[in-house]
């Protein structure tokens, strides 16, 4: 009888096993979560509530993406940050975004960064993209900034998807292309807070553009928090940083810059599907 009972041991294990491994895996990709992280730049001046979102490729929380609608709006954001890679460069129409930009719009202002799908999507035939994101009440911004001021808080928001450097070898942000240059010069030149939608966080971490440039804050997506997040190991892999990336969640200070990175929403054609990683709604609450 005790032979009988060891015997079922890794029976149950394995099973055991698989139903946690399932649940994750489902969890991962349709249990929305909201995080709430604070920063501040000690003047005392206001807070802005920042509601940040990025990656969803193409997937949907409820019906046209209203669950996912419906949980912005209860965290009462004064700015919607949409940080690229909302659809997939593959996709045969921007259905998704468009139609989760028409119910974002009732809650607060949305700003669209533009990631690396959503310039493939537009090399592959969709030239309008820009034009629709725009008709259905996003302001995309790409290289371009605007002026704000919200809860007290007067800030500069930018959008550039390039890197805050030069290819040269030795990424140099003085090598940087002439309209990057002229764009980040121009961006720096104010008092206001300036806060900088970049959908990979790799375009201002590496070589030295976070100690060139005069930027406060720099918010990003792109990695899925590594996509498979690891018990006391964290994200698994994340871009141009490769295995165990060291800036992909949270907030994190880099030399003159601090940078903000969401885990984001969901994940296009990775080996991996997301694992231990649930889809985020990132709710930033700046103080100046």
Do not use: C
Request: charged share 25%.
């Amino acid at each position: 009888m005790a032979k009988r009972k060891l015997v079922w041991i890794p029976v149950l294990a394995a099973a055991a096993l698989g139903i946690y491994l399932a649940v994750s895996f489902w969890v991962s990709a349709n249990w929305l979560v909201v995080r709430k992280f604070q920063t501040g730049f000690g003047q005392n001046g206001g807070t802005v509530r920042l509601a940040v979102l990025g990656d969803l490729h193409d997937h949907e929380f409820g019906e046209h993406n209203r669950e996912l609608a419906e949980k912005v709006k209860e965290q009462e954001p004064d700015l919607i940050l949409l940080l690229g890679d909302m659809l997939n460069g593959s996709s045969s129409s921007a259905s998704v975004p468009l139609e989760l930009i028409e119910l974002l719009k009732e809650t607060a202002p949305v700003y669209y960064a533009l990631g690396n799908h959503e310039l493939e999507y537009e090399e592959k035939g969709h030239p309008e993209l820009i034009r629709e994101l725009e008709e259905a009440g996003a302001e995309v911004l790409e290289k371009e900034y605007v002026d704000l001021t919200v809860g007290g808080v007067k800030l500069r928001l930018g959008g550039m998807y390039e890197y805050a450097f030069g290819l040269n070898g030795n990424n140099d942000a003085l090598a940087a292309p002439e309209d990057v240059l002229d764009f980040l010069l121009e961006f720096q030149d104010t008092d206001r807070l300036k806060i900088m939608m970049s959908h990979r966080p790799d375009s201002f971490i590496f070589g030295d553009a976070s100690q060139v440039w005069d930027i406060d804050l720099v918010i990003s997506a792109h990695n899925h928090g590594g996509q498979v997040v690891l018990p006391f190991a964290g994200g698994l892999y994340g871009g141009d940083q490769g295995w165990f990336p060291q800036y992909v969640h949270g907030l994190y200070d880099k030399d003159n810059l601090r940078l903000f990175i969401t885990s984001g929403l969901g994940t296009d054609r990775e080996k991996f599907p997301r694992f231990n990683n649930p889809p985020e709604i990132a709710v930033l609450d700046v103080t100046l």
